[in-house]
């Protein structure tokens, strides 16, 4: 007797919907529409006879049974993904899919990427990016670059580099407000906000007991925020790597020697745990730690 199989686009929308806890999300990824990804899962779910989300408002979870499903459908699109094709030549290219923060890849990975190229022009690196603190769900990618609090359950993880965070203005700004010479003088000034550099650590070490910020422009992006700074809408946090260049040139200013030495997000290489890398991806991997781990 023939066996059954669910149908693979009923898998596919289960694994997206578990990797973004949302069907929304996972119906735009897919490019379909939420009900017709709703309509994929309940197909699934009658197949199974088994729950493997529970809907709690517009957010998803797994039930245990989906959980425990979950592992065996994503090996069997994996083993499907990575199975070699004769007649596809682009199979034969070793390929690595680096999944990036967008300011970490323009000031940080950009310029340091053709060192690992000149070295290993037979590997093929594809970038994605993705927004910190929001896309926490490990990609199709092999390899992630994530900037947070280092707490991803059942990936392996490990911290690229901490850097200070330090208060920086544009001069245009600061003509347009009274005299800044201690942290204190901030309160009369417009203080960006963003939840990736937050201020009330910030405030802890400058000595002030002062809450985070409530209003005024929000950021979720670091470089967008550096450029907020640099256009004179306030002042923010920022760090070296990627401020240096502005500070050199004049077109923003440190207020202080006050700094963060520690910030509670930081960035950190993230993949699944696998028994057996592939040798491109272990690769890549020592190349990123030895670029990175710097300060760690």
């Not at 919907?17 to 197909?43: D, G, N």
């Not at 197949?47 to 989906?66: I, P, Q």
């Not at 093929?124 to 993705?130: A, G, P, S, T, V």
């Not at 002042?235 to 240096?244: E, I, K, N, P, S």
């Amino acid at each position: 007797m023939a066996t059954r199989l669910p149908p693979v686009h009923a898998l596919s929308a289960f694994e997206a919907a578990a990797r973004h806890s949302s069907f929304a999300v996972a119906a735009e990824e897919l490019c379909i529409t939420p009900s017709a990804l709703s309509h994929r899962i309940r197909l699934l779910e009658d197949h199974l006879c088994e729950r493997v989300f529970v809907r709690e408002g517009r957010s998803v979870t797994l039930t245990e049974f989906g959980r425990r499903y979950l592992d065996v459908v994503r090996v069997a699109l994996r083993t499907l993904t990575d199975f070699p094709l004769p007649n596809k030549a682009a199979q034969n290219q070793l390929r690595v899919k680096v999944t990036l923060p967008p300011t970490f890849a323009r000031y940080m990975f950009m310029p340091r990427l053709a060192a690992f190229t000149r070295h290993h022009p037979e590997i093929e690196i594809e970038i994605f990016l993705f927004v910190p603190l929001y896309d926490l769900s490990l990609s199709e990618s092999d390899v992630e670059v994530r900037f947070g609090a280092g707490e991803y359950p059942n990936l392996v993880t490990k911290k690229l580099f901490v850097e200070p965070a330090f208060a920086v203005a544009s001069p245009d700004y600061l003509k347009t407000i009274p005299s800044i010479s201690k942290p204190a003088d901030l309160r009369h000034a417009t203080l960006l906000r963003s939840a990736l550099e937050p201020w009330q650590p910030w405030f802890e070490v400058a000595g002030l007991d002062w809450p985070e910020p409530t209003t005024g422009l929000r950021v979720d992006d670091l470089g967008l925020l550096l450029e907020a700074i640099r256009y004179g809408h306030g002042v923010g946090l920022t760090r070296q790597h990627f401020a240096q260049e502005l500070i050199d040139s004049g077109e923003v200013v440190r207020l202080f020697d006050t700094q963060l030495a520690t910030p509670p997000h930081a960035y950190y290489l993230v993949h699944e745990a696998q028994a057996i890398i592939r040798p491109e991806v272990q690769l890549f991997i020592d190349w990123m730690q030895a670029t990175y781990q710097i300060g760690v």
